[in-house]
């Protein structure tokens, strides 16, 4: 059974950068399905930030592209994602997930989240 | 890309039936098979309770059943019980830019 786990700084300061890992157990990052990062602000709904293959092709939200970078380390089982020029609109849940089968648009397994707040 | 569109809530009665309702512009929910429905519940991660519009994970009850009609996706649960109660989010792939967008979500009471 995958299981996903974000770790990283719960607080962010303005015009910073936010850096999150997503550690993958119970199975190999170097399959063939794609590794997301969703959020969700408090009380509000979920956005797909984007999604990253093992290779390192990515695929970026639009609205989220240019601030937005997303890794993968194949040696450490972990993937990661990067959002710079925070401001307290990027204060939010943000979940890991694998899709389904690879390539299915599925978002079958989540991590817990890990809640970053912006503020200085 | 807007996101998809959602009622904000939605409620019914212990063994009643409730439809969701997920809308969509041209070019997502009307013409890609990638139409997922996810419940969450207050303080956890979603989870998905019917993904390529029809298909029901194993382990989710077949209360669950989702439908499409042109741009627009529904999640109906029947048989409406007392744990149904939760946030429910609709996705969609998208083509351009190859990106996946959600519903603003539906809160569904069981009263």
């Known amino acids: 059974q995958v299981q996903l786990q974000e770790s990283g700084p719960g607080l962010g300061k303005p015009s910073g950068t936010l850096s999150l890992t997503c550690a993958v157990s119970?199975?190999?990052?170097?399959?063939?399905?794609?590794w997301s990062w969703v959020r969700q602000p408090p009380g509000k709904g979920l956005e797909w930030i984007g999604e990253?293959?093992?290779?390192?092709?990515?695929n970026y939200n639009p609205s989220l592209k240019s601030r937005v970078t997303m890794s993968v380390d194949k040696s450490k089982n972990e993937f990661s994602l990067k959002l710079s020029s925070l401001t307290a609109a990027d204060t939010a849940v943000y979940y890991c997930?694998?899709?389904?089968?690879?390539?299915?648009?599925?978002?079958?397994?989540w991590g817990q989240g890990t809640l970053v707040t912006v503020s200085s | 890309q807007s996101a998809l569109t959602q009622p904000p809530s939605a409620s019914g009665s212990p063994g009643q039936s409730v439809t969701i309702s997920c809308t969509g512009t041209?070019?997502?929910?009307?013409?890609?098979?990638?139409v997922t429905w996810y419940q969450q519940h207050p303080g956890k991660a979603p989870k998905v309770m019917i993904y390529?519009?029809?298909k029901r994970p194993s382990g989710v009850p077949d209360r669950f059943s989702g439908s499409r009609s042109g741009n627009t996706a529904s999640l109906t649960v029947s048989g409406l019980q007392a744990e149904d109660e939760a946030s429910y989010y609709c996705?969609?792939?998208?083509?351009?830019?190859?990106?996946?967008?959600f519903g603003g979500g539906t809160e569904l009471t069981v009263l």
């Open positions: 997930a694998r899709d389904l089968i690879g390539g299915d648009y599925v978002l079958y397994y």
């Open positions: 990253i293959y093992h290779s390192g092709r990515t």
């Open positions: 390529e519009v029809t």
């Open positions: 041209s070019g997502d929910v009307d013409i890609y098979n990638f």
């Open positions: 119970g199975g190999s990052i170097s399959t063939s399905n794609w």
């Open positions: 996705s969609s792939y998208v083509g351009s830019n190859n990106l996946v967008v």
